[in-house]
């Protein structure tokens, strides 16, 4: 089956420091990638989706000067925290559909970030 | 945007129980997906059902889009059921983008 490889799985770190987090489509070609992030004990909340060849989209209230993303090909997609603070510790994961439209989402296993 | 309810928000149970975790959804929608949320966040991903029934073991669930909710069956429920899960529905107009319910926090107690 599709599978989604996200990396790296955990990072702590200092405050200030950029930290990018990598989301793969192993074994099939996703022209549209999504990066959520997740709060202790609360839901998934989509912050941007990532068009191949194409500026993201971000949702309302995410900034897109401190959540880079990057969708250079048809595999890869990089979500980059740039002077991260405590405040943008977190949960992030990434999903990716096979195709466009109505098919189940791929989903990677999450990259805790921790800033210290 | 779509609004997504699911309930019961916690659910305790005694191993060998069964339940059901109910999701209803505000607009139509293509996609719907119920995933397991293990205690390390990996999310499990359990049933791909915009409509219709399907079952996987002691799982099962059923999705009614003309009436906008979906059901997850839990059957003999074991301790390692345990963790939150998760409804997630693409709405018709929002291209792919997921929309997730609040959970329901199952534990199940030995």
């Known amino acids: 089956g599709a599978v989604v490889s996200q990396h790296p799985s955990r990072v702590i770190c200092k405050s200030g420091t950029s930290v990018k987090i990598e989301c793969r489509s192993l074994d099939f070609q996703a022209t549209t990638m999504f990066w959520y992030r997740q709060f202790p004990k609360q839901s998934l909340m989509l912050m941007a989706t990532?068009?191949?060849?194409?500026?993201?989209?971000?949702e309302q209230g995410v900034e897109k000067d401190k959540f880079l993303i990057n969708h250079a090909s048809l595999t890869l997609s990089t979500l980059t925290v740039t002077s991260a603070h405590p405040e943008d510790s977190s949960f992030y994961i990434c999903s990716a559909n096979e195709r466009a439209g109505s098919q189940p989402q791929h989903f990677g296993d999450g990259t805790r970030l921790s800033i210290l | 945007g779509i609004q997504v309810e699911q309930s019961p928000p916690d659910l305790i149970l005694q191993e060998g129980a069964n339940s059901t975790l109910r999701c209803n959804f505000s607009?139509?929608?293509?996609?719907l997906q119920w995933f397991h949320q293990n205690p390390w966040g990996q999310l499990i991903n359990l049933f791909y059902i915009p409509s219709g029934t399907k079952q996987n073991g002691r799982l099962s669930a059923t999705t009614v889009a003309t009436e906008r909710y979906s059901l997850l069956y839990i059957s003999s429920s074991q301790t390692t059921d345990s963790g939150v899960y998760f409804c997630?529905?693409?709405?018709?107009?929002?291209?792919?983008?997921?929309?997730f319910g609040e959970g329901t926090q199952l534990t199940v107690n030995p």
């Open positions: 997630a529905v693409m709405e018709r107009t929002s291209g792919s983008r997921l929309t």
């Open positions: 607009d139509s929608v293509n996609n």
């Open positions: 990532s068009n191949e060849g194409s500026k993201a989209t971000y």
